[in-house]
């Protein structure tokens, strides 16, 4: 039986990877529990998510479905944030013999909520039609996720990759965590580029441990369940009360659709698509920096970088109008929030400047309205202003945001295969 669960958690606590962890252990009494749980993030754009908008998966080998069942909704009620007004739990139950009829649908369906917005209507007739045991709480959004959690644990064709969360004793969940600095290095320092967004070495910032009130005290990302797990084995903390390795489609850009044109995008979606840099980017109050892309299309949209992405800012801001780019982000609000550039080709531009002083080999000055320019120091002349080609200081390839303000399902350059992967700033 595959057992899918979303929304349980709010602002306040709680998270869903929690609840399933517990089930894992409370579960095994009933059967046995099949492959690595699944981590699902969904449509990043989703404006009523409660955090990282994640959904989970659990497959259990049983022969007591009804128990099972019972074991799952009563921990969900005694476990999900029912009072936030944000929570509204569902869960799914898909039983081992709907497996192979209901897979299609529901692997469509899964792809569908992670690249776009799907509504509780939907989900409902997806349910009464396949037939699946399924419950949903107060406004039920979370049927949505429970039912695309289930659709990844039936596809076995996807990227993935892994995330071993560490969690806190219940006593300490709403007090500082303690995690030794230097452990967490150490251990990227060892495991980096296997596992990555552990530390944000530019902006000295540790990424994988969380600061909201919710049970997690680490987590760790990499490319399969053995290394992150070595990789946390490295880490001193509090007492780790338990832990969980989920299978999930974080950092494998899972959610962007490629289009060919500007024209054809639309708000609460993320896409890669290619133009031209319209204007001299600009920042904003907030420190937002922003510029618009065009194509031959003529429509245009504005791409932004953000105040939290840093450093990567200065990149966006070095941008000249006729640059060509792809972007890879989120719209909202008709802006692209920019999770990756690859700067295709950069325009040569110039500058105009006085002339060199062929024999001293200092800059001449102007020797008045149309009389040319004549050096100070031996009075040689020269009729016409030197020509410079402007330094760029960027190169073409490819770069992304820091660790610090990645989205969860943005996948980092380390994972990519291209040999244009860049560094900003260069070292
Ligand atoms: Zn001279």
Not at 207 to 234: F, H, N, Q
Not at 353 to 359: I, L
Not at 388 to 403: A, F, K, M
Request: aromatic letters at 8%; one cysteine or more; proline letters at 5%.
């Amino acid at each position: 039986m595959i057992i899918g669960i979303d929304d349980t958690d709010s602002r306040q606590g709680m998270c869903t990877t929690y609840l399933g962890a517990v089930l894992i252990e409370e579960l095994n009494v009933y059967g046995d529990i099949k492959e690595l749980p699944i981590l699902v993030r969904l449509n990043p754009t989703i404006p009523y998510k409660t955090r990282g908008n994640a959904a989970i998966a659990i497959q259990i080998d049983t022969k007591y479905p009804g128990r099972v069942i019972e074991q799952v909704i009563s921990k969900i009620e005694s476990l999900a944030e029912m009072q936030s007004e944000k929570t509204n739990p569902g869960v799914i139950f898909v039983q081992d013999e709907d497996y192979s009829r209901a897979a299609p649908e529901l692997k469509r369906f899964f792809h569908n909520t992670v690249q776009h917005v799907m509504t509780i209507e939907s989900a409902k007739n997806l349910i009464s039609k396949l037939g699946l045991t399924a419950k949903g709480y107060k406004r039920e959004r979370g049927l949505i996720g429970a039912l695309a959690a289930t659709g990844a644990m039936l596809d076995d064709k996807w990227d993935c990759t892994y995330e071993y969360l560490a969690y806190r004793k219940k006593s300490l969940w709403r007090l500082p965590r303690t995690v030794d600095e230097k452990s967490v290095y150490r251990s990227d320092l060892t495991c980096y580029p296997n596992t990555w967004d552990t530390i944000d070495r530019t902006n000295k910032v540790v990424v994988c441990v969380p600061k909201s009130p919710d049970p997690v005290l680490y987590g760790i990302r990499g490319k399969d369940a053995g290394t992150v797990k070595s990789a946390a084995e490295m880490i001193e903390s509090e007492t780790v009360d338990r832990s969980a390795v989920y299978r999930t489609n974080q950092g494998t850009d899972m959610h962007l659709i490629n289009v060919f044109s500007i024209k054809d995008i639309e708000d609460m979606q993320s896409y890669v698509v290619k133009g031209t840099v319209k204007n001299t980017p600009y920042t904003i109050e907030g420190g937002h920096t922003i510029f618009s892309l065009g194509d031959s299309s003529g429509y245009y949209i504005d791409c932004a970088a953000y105040e939290p992405t840093k450093n990567f800012r200065y990149l966006i801001r070095s941008l000249m109008t006729g640059d060509n780019v792809t972007v890879y982000g989120s719209v909202k609000n008709q802006t692209l929030n920019i999770e990756k550039i690859r700067i295709n080709s950069l325009v040569t531009k110039y500058e105009t400047k006085n002339p060199v002083c062929p024999v001293c080999n200092k800059r001449m000055k102007s020797a008045g309205i149309n009389q040319g320019f004549r050096c100070r120091k031996c009075k040689t002349k020269a009729y016409s202003s030197a020509k410079l080609e402007i330094d760029r200081e960027l190169e073409p390839g490819i770069y992304e945001v820091p660790p610090s303000a990645r989205r969860h399902l943005a996948k980092p350059l380390v994972r990519f295969e291209s040999n244009d992967c860049k560094l900003f700033p260069s070292r």
